[in-house]
């Protein structure tokens, strides 16, 4: 219990963690970088799913929970799509615009980040725990960078640096409670195991490609977002190496 714990407070803060460093940098950004940012993160999160969570699902319940539960995770995630305002990015060469009120943004963040505790809760549930740190670093890494944009488009709507720190740090703890629902309801329901890790593969595979990979690729910045994408995903495979 202490571990999961751990591993959904250090994935949840670090949004925070990489907020902070809105402190110390101006408050605008290039979409170079912004592109390579969302890049890094999709090649966590493939790394994440298709090395950690998905092998994870095969061993514990076979192809058909594998199948069930990855189309349950796109599924979810192509509701919320339909059915929470949605960030949109303005591609432009002069820096980072959002065209949707900030507390429909702030909601929909929030919201988004809960298959992302779901996926800590249920890796942690499984009977490898070595699986439940892997997949709290892979979301804490994607995390950081998700941290540091929330902060600047709330720098880009006129409020201050402390308060958009907070408030971007804030918006990664539903990640606690999802963590800790997702573990105790596999916990006690261990045919839910497979189900669980297949689901939250299949959100992060939503996630990857159908916002990351395109945002990044969107302001003529494909050959950095590339380069970003394979260095996320070789920092993950590396991380999965330390841990097994």
């Known amino acids: ?110 919201l988004h980040n809960i298959p992302e505790g779901l996926s800590v809760g249920v890796s942690y549930a499984s009977e490898d725990g070595d699986t439940g740190n892997l997949i709290a670093w892979a979301i804490g890494f994607q995390n950081a960078p998700e941290g540091l944009l929330v902060a600047l488009f709330l720098i880009n709507q006129r409020i201050s640096k402390l308060k958009a720190f907070i408030i971007a740090t804030l918006t990664g703890t539903i990640e606690i409670v999802t963590s800790l629902l997702g573990y105790f309801l596999t916990g006690y329901v261990q045919f839910l195991v497979p189900y669980g890790l297949s689901f939250a593969a299949g959100a992060m595979l939503f996630i990857i490609y159908k916002e990351l990979i395109p945002e990044s690729h969107g302001d003529g910045n494909e050959q950095v977002s590339t380069y970003a994408f394979i260095m996320g995903m070789l920092i993950m495979v590396l991380i999965i190496d330390i841990f097994s």
């Open 1 to 110: 219990m202490t571990e999961v714990i751990f591993g959904s407070v250090l994935s949840a803060m670090s949004t925070g963690l990489g907020a902070l460093l809105i402190l110390f940098i101006p408050p605008t950004i290039t979409h170079r970088w912004k592109d390579a940012l969302l890049a890094f993160s999709a090649g966590i999160m493939m790394a994440a799913s298709t090395i950690g969570l998905i092998p994870e699902a095969l061993k514990y319940g076979g192809f058909v929970p594998l199948f069930v539960g990855i189309w349950l995770g796109v599924g979810v995630l192509t509701l919320m799509e339909k059915n929470i305002p949605h960030i949109e990015l303005q591609h432009n060469k002069k820096g980072i615009q959002f065209d949707e009120k900030a507390l429909l943004i702030i909601a929909a963040i929030t």
